[in-house]
């Protein structure tokens, strides 16, 4: 018989990894629940997936793509903005979820004892499901426009694991920080908005460097997802890759996550009390 003690005076830091790993079964139940719940009694199921990035798409190609006239270096508008997309719905996805995950599950955490961290990271491999069904689209819009990927593509699930990285230290430190300022409920849905447009989605960096001051470069490439997005089209077209931009995402990146494990772990000995 496994004796498990919860003591609330412990010093720990980080969360305790082995802890998560007996706990896994209820990180799938808590995954397939939510995916469950988020399209039962739907008349158009999993359809729902594509629709949200398609009508984005089809402004984007309106706005950036016809309207302005961005170059893309030849790459078909629709392919250049959906590889930028997929990162950033994924992205989107784990900050309006996890951030009001551990709120929504209150009545569960309030009752029982068990890593508070799976709740997070549970809505993570719900967003992987959607993240990898647009990929499929990507590549079947890759077939249509007659895009052949470059010899990068094997680099690409190294950014695709950067994209879950950073995406995971956002939501852990959302889905913290909310349980004590419930406001960025409301602020949340406006950070993905603005996100979406101070983020290289419809546009390639060098229309930032060519358009912005270098204090404004400099603030820009501190988005953690900006540099990621450029490794990714560079895998995939094979378009010109800075690799001080990728640094910087990757260090931020390491910095949001590292500090989101901290800063849950405060949390996590009071969070029963305040939710």
Same mark, same amino acid.
């Given at each position: 018989?496994?004796?498990?003690?919860?003591?609330?005076?412990?010093?720990?830091?980080?969360?305790?990894?082995?802890?998560? @790993?007996?706990?896994?079964?209820?990180?799938?139940?808590?995954?397939?629940?939510?995916?469950?719940?988020?399209?039962? +009694?739907?008349?158009?199921? $999993?359809?729902?997936?594509?629709? +949200?990035? $398609?009508?984005?798409?089809?402004?984007?190609?309106?706005?950036?793509?016809?309207?302005?006239?961005?170059?893309?270096?030849?790459?078909?508008?629709?392919?250049?903005?959906?590889?930028?997309?997929?990162? *950033?719905?994924?992205? @989107?996805?784990?900050?309006?979820?996890?951030?009001?995950?551990?709120?929504?599950?209150?009545?569960?955490?309030?009752?029982?004892?068990?890593?508070?961290?799976?709740?997070?990271?549970?809505?993570?491999?719900?967003?992987?499901?959607?993240?990898?069904?647009?990929?499929?689209?990507?590549?079947?819009?890759?077939?249509?426009?007659?895009?052949?990927?470059?010899?990068?593509?094997?680099?690409?699930?190294?950014?695709? $694991?950067?994209?879950?990285?950073?995406? @995971?230290?956002?939501?852990? *430190?959302? @889905?913290?920080?909310?349980?004590?300022?419930?406001?960025? +409920? +409301?602020?949340?849905?406006?950070?993905?908005?603005?996100?979406?447009?101070?983020?290289?989605?419809?546009?390639?960096?060098?229309?930032?460097?060519?358009?912005?001051?270098? *204090?404004?470069?400099?603030?820009?490439?501190?988005?953690?997802?900006?540099?990621?997005?450029?490794?990714?089209?560079?895998?995939?077209?094979?378009?010109?890759?800075?690799?001080?931009?990728?640094?910087?995402?990757?260090?931020?990146?390491?910095?949001?996550?590292?500090?989101?494990?901290?800063?849950?772990?405060?949390?996590?000995?009071?969070?029963?009390?305040?939710?």
């Amino acid at each position: 018989m496994i004796k498990t003690v919860i003591d609330s005076e412990s010093r720990k830091v980080f969360p305790d990894f082995r802890e998560l @790993s007996k706990y896994r079964d209820l990180f799938l139940i808590l995954a397939y629940r939510d995916f469950r719940v988020r399209y039962a +009694q739907t008349f158009l199921g $999993l359809v729902w997936v594509f629709i +949200q990035p $398609l009508f984005i798409l089809f402004i984007l190609n309106f706005v950036f793509g016809r309207a302005i006239n961005i170059d893309t270096g030849g790459i078909p508008y629709p392919v250049f903005a959906l590889s930028g997309m997929m990162a *950033w719905t994924y992205f @989107s996805f784990l900050m309006s979820q996890a951030g009001q995950s551990i709120i929504n599950n209150g009545e569960m955490i309030k009752k029982i004892y068990f890593p508070r961290l799976v709740v997070p990271l549970s809505k993570g491999l719900v967003g992987l499901i959607d993240y990898f069904m647009i990929f499929i689209f990507f590549m079947g819009m890759m077939l249509i426009y007659q895009v052949s990927p470059s010899s990068n593509i094997v680099y690409l699930p190294v950014f695709v $694991l950067l994209v879950i990285f950073a995406a @995971s230290g956002i939501g852990i *430190w959302l @889905s913290a920080l909310t349980i004590r300022y419930r406001d960025l +409920q +409301q602020v949340v849905p406006f950070l993905v908005q603005i996100g979406l447009y101070i983020t290289p989605v419809a546009y390639p960096s060098s229309f930032v460097i060519n358009n912005l001051p270098g *204090w404004a470069q400099q603030l820009y490439f501190f988005n953690p997802v900006a540099g990621i997005i450029e490794g990714i089209r560079w895998s995939v077209f094979g378009t010109p890759l800075i690799m001080e931009r990728l640094w910087i995402s990757v260090a931020i990146s390491a910095v949001l996550f590292i500090t989101s494990l901290i800063y849950f772990r405060k949390m996590e000995l009071v969070m029963a009390d305040l939710i």
